[in-house]
């Protein structure tokens, strides 16, 4: 098992999804089950949607420019965002995963899965023009964290969507951050970019096992010596909200990194007894119990699958 703080949530969402998400899905299983939750897996809403195309043209376009030194204009992030928005439009719409043979690989930057489409429904024009403007606003925000940005361009090294992993407790741990960035003679910063409309919730315990999965991981080969030297406690986390400009810094004390740790621990121990040691191929979904809130049940991309078992 591979713990992960977005499985270590769904898990207590809803351990039924977390199941189907983490045991039973497979792009290369020929088991039609494992397959079929495999490519329900990939269905996103159309929030999650925006959100992602707002993550990729950050994580491409402009880290690539940073990392050059170049300017960053509106026009060209937009443009680079409506090209995303138009052809991932065209493969949800079209249910291209759905292609017999198709790949992530084969599909490019195009491929993505829309529960609407899915379940047969339409969406809206309004409430694409919606998703469209709030791409448009999150990166016209971002352009105006002229803060940020400075920030940016004195890091030595940006690392974008990096997997760290590491063990703790014989469990083994991954961490994908948004943005790293790596200084001569500070602190790495790590930066988590959130696009919501009002960004009330705290994200701290997310970042803090960023935090901990940065300075315990085996270091990638690009990674700077000097990490070696940082504790949790001395990295440098930034919580972004695109959409109402928002920045949220937080620093960890010795205690947070011990209740994260605890935190992790205490997860990772709930979901290794609801495995209960058993291998996935003696386990059925009927040994996992389901949300009892409605509203996560309707949201769930399993629930198709999840309902022929009730």
Known sequence: MVWSFSGS???RKCQRQWFFKTHVANALAKDELRHEAYLLSKLQSVSAWRGSIVDQVLSTHVV???RRNQSISASTLHRHARQLFEEQLDFARQRRIREPGMTLKAAGTAYVALQDF?????????ELDQAWSDIQSALTSFLNMRDLIQMLRRADYLVSQRALSFSYNSTSLRMVPDLIAFFPTEPPTIIDWKVHAYGMQNYRLQLASYAIALTQCKPHIDFPETLSQYSPQDVRLLEVQLLTQVQRQYSLTDADVEATYSFIARSAREMSLAVDGNKVK???PLDFPVTLDPEECQRCPFRSICWEYS
């Open 9 to 11: 949530r769904t898990f």
């Open 282 to 284: 003696t386990l059925t």
């Open 64 to 66: 690539t420019s940073l």
């Open 118 to 126: 899915e379940d047969g429904l339409t969406i809206s024009d309004e």
